[in-house]
């Protein structure tokens, strides 16, 4: 089992910028793939960014490429999500997932309870 805990996330206005955080604890750390994932209201969840267990892998949708940055510190059982250039699109709840596998793609074992990130115009 996996606890997952975002942390980072606010109002911001276009333009801005915000760092989300997810912590680990429960199993190996490095053992995972880490992705984030956001949800906005009406829509279905969607996939932004993940990243394999050694952190020299990083894949990014294409809504958000150039704009954020993912890296993970597995000494701190941590994933960020370096957020720039906010648009109101980007507001949703952003929540952090771990994949028991390297590759980041398919479906994703153990879910955090997700950090609200809105981006005023």
């Known amino acids: 089992q996996v606890q997952l805990v975002e942390s980072g996330g606010g109002l911001v206005q276009a333009g801005g910028s915000l760092r989300l955080s997810c912590a680990a604890s429960g199993r190996t750390f490095n053992n995972y793939a880490m992705g984030w994932f956001r949800q906005a209201p009406g829509k279905e969840r969607e996939f932004v960014s993940a990243?394999?267990?050694?952190?020299?892998?990083?894949y990014y949708a294409d809504s958000v490429k150039g704009r954020f940055t993912i890296s993970r510190d597995n000494a701190k059982n941590t994933v960020y999500l370096q957020m720039n250039s906010l648009k109101p699109e980007d507001t949703a709840v952003y929540y952090c997932?771990?994949?028991?596998?390297?590759?980041?793609?398919?479906?994703?074992?153990?879910w955090g309870q997700g950090t609200q990130v809105t981006v005023s115009s």
């Open positions: 990243i394999n267990r050694s952190g020299g892998r990083p």
């Open positions: 997932a771990a994949r028991a596998s390297d590759y980041v793609m398919g479906t994703y074992d153990y």
